[in-house]
C-alpha cells in the first residue's frame, strides 16, 4: 500500500482530481474575458458619440 502512494502516483491523483476544476475555471476565465472585451467594446462605442 505503501508503493501505491509514492510521489508520482500522489501527483497523478491530485493532477487527475484538478482536471476538471481546471476545466471550469478555463470556461469561467474565457466567459469573463469575452464580458470584460465586450463591456470595454461597449464603452469605446458609447464614448465615440460623446
Known sequence: MESFWSPSSYFVFV???SLPIQ???SVYV???QV???GAIGRIRFVNNFK
Do not use: F, T
Open 15 to 17: 493532477l487527475s482530481a
Open 35 to 37: 464580458a470584460c472585451s
Open 30 to 32: 474565457g466567459q469573463c
Open 23 to 25: 476545466k471550469w475555471v
